[in-house]
């Protein structure tokens, strides 16, 4: 009975640097942490991707003619001292339009190393975990991936709650391994008192002029406290349940409204808040229209969700110098591209990342619940701030600074 997983008052959590790749147009984000797998550690580029149930690496199982990408490493697991195969049967990973990996499924340990601000002395952080290790994957979006691997931060890691029906943007392919996998990141650093259950927050922050950011696990940005120019959406489950996906009042881009009050109620369409993304993406129909406005007048995207506390429709304006990118690399290289994607069967959802996140501090929020001494984690929502410098994004503001400050 682990009594003691909800208390760890004393846990400070931890902050990771983010170190930003060249802006290759293939959706992915530009964004990846250093993170050591194996024993001894193989220092290798990881996304923590909140599009994603799952962690997958780049492997030594890769033949010369497969898994090219940008990042160009692998972990090579015949060198790791604490490596063990879960399952060598092949199966495949499905990343939506993408296409898919082959993966076969082994455990390892992942160690992460804090920022030094205020926690060297904590020094490297290691927990063990599940790892899908790809030995095939092809197609340009690979090959312009800027890292070697991803480690998913879903909303939800119930697998019972996933169904092979629905649209898979990056999730677990239908067909089932002979062992189950367990991808327990976040709910990891929890179990093992790094972050408290009572600050069960994960938090983005990047910049692009710098080319770093941090991800904090169990912390906040202490510059935002006071802050009134935010927003609280809280997350509404979208068929596919592991994105963090919020309801959408409207949307529309200069005199056109894309998705207006009375179809939104009618069926509802999501945002999502996807760091491992860069590009909107998602319903094809509202991507197309989108694109082709976009890219002849330049105007500005509006996105109304969620409530401000006086009761006002929370608004998110974007504008043409955040959503018109220059590629860095790639086959699109020193051009600019708008960044608007229809995904064939991601219907009634926009999925965005670091083009909107990048103009935003981003805190995703769980609910740790215990059930027979097992830690449960379940979403509440997201907030967003407004940078003290750079665009107005958020344009509607609160009476009161967020909750999550002065809880």
């Known amino acids: 009975m682990k009594k003691s997983v909800l208390v760890h008052d004393k846990a400070t959590g931890l902050s990771i640097s983010l170190d930003r ?7 992915a984000s530009p964004w990846y942490a250093y993170v050591g797998v194996g024993t001894s ?26 898994c090219h990408h940008y990042g160009d490493q692998q972990f090579i697991y015949q060198l790791s001292s604490s490596f063990s195969w879960v399952d060598q049967q092949t199966m495949s990973v499905n990343f939506g339009p993408w296409g898919s990996m082959a993966v076969k499924t082994g455990q390892d340990r992942l160690t992460l190393t804090p ?11 290691s927990l063990s975990s599940d790892l899908y290790l790809a030995q095939a994957y092809e197609g340009v979006q690979f090959r312009e991936l800027d890292w070697d691997g991803g480690i998913g931060i879903p909303s939800t890691t119930e697998l019972s709650e996933v169904s092979s029906a629905y649209f898979s943007y990056r999730g677990i392919h239908s067909q089932q391994v002979s062992e189950p996998t367990s991808f327990h990141f976040f709910q990891s650093l929890i179990e093992q008192g790094v972050v408290s259950a ?11 002029d710098e080319r770093h950011g941090q ?8 510059d935002y406290r006071d ?11 979208y068929s596919v349940p592991y994105l963090w996906t919020s309801k959408m009042t409207s949307l529309s881009i200069g005199d056109t409204q894309v998705i207006a009050l009375d179809s939104a109620a009618k069926s509802p369409y999501f945002l999502a808040l996807d760091s491992g993304s860069s590009q909107f993406k998602g319903d094809c129909n509202v991507m197309t229209t989108l694109y082709d406005i976009a890219s002849q007048t330049k105007a500005d995207l509006v996105i109304e969700i969620s409530q ?100």
């Open 21 to 27: 790749g060249p802006y290759q147009n293939n959706g």
């Open 41 to 66: 550690a193989q220092m290798l580029k990881f996304s923590f991707d909140t599009g994603s149930n799952f962690i997958w690496v780049t492997s030594s199982l890769c033949k010369s003619d497969t």
């Open 115 to 125: 920022d030094a601000l205020g926690q060297i002395d904590t020094g490297p952080i």
């Open 198 to 208: 009572k600050h069960p927050y994960v938090g983005f922050l990047t910049d692009i």
């Open 215 to 222: 991800v904090e696990f169990g912390q906040l940005n202490q």
């Open 227 to 237: 802050s009134k120019e935010y927003l609280f959406l809280p997350w509404d489950k």
């Open 308 to 407: 401000t506390d006086l009761g006002e429709v929370g608004k998110l304006v974007v504008t043409s110098d955040m959503y018109n990118v220059l590629i860095e690399a790639g086959e699109e290289k020193g051009k600019v591209v708008t960044q608007f994607q229809p995904m064939e069967g991601a219907d009634y959802i926009a999925l965005v990342g670091s083009v909107l996140m990048d103009y935003l501090y981003t805190v995703y929020e769980f609910n740790v619940e215990e059930v027979a001494g097992k830690i449960t984690l379940l979403p509440i929502g997201m907030w967003v701030f407004n940078k003290s410098t750079g665009p107005k994004v958020i344009t509607t503001t609160q009476s009161k600074p967020a909750r999550i400050f002065h809880s």
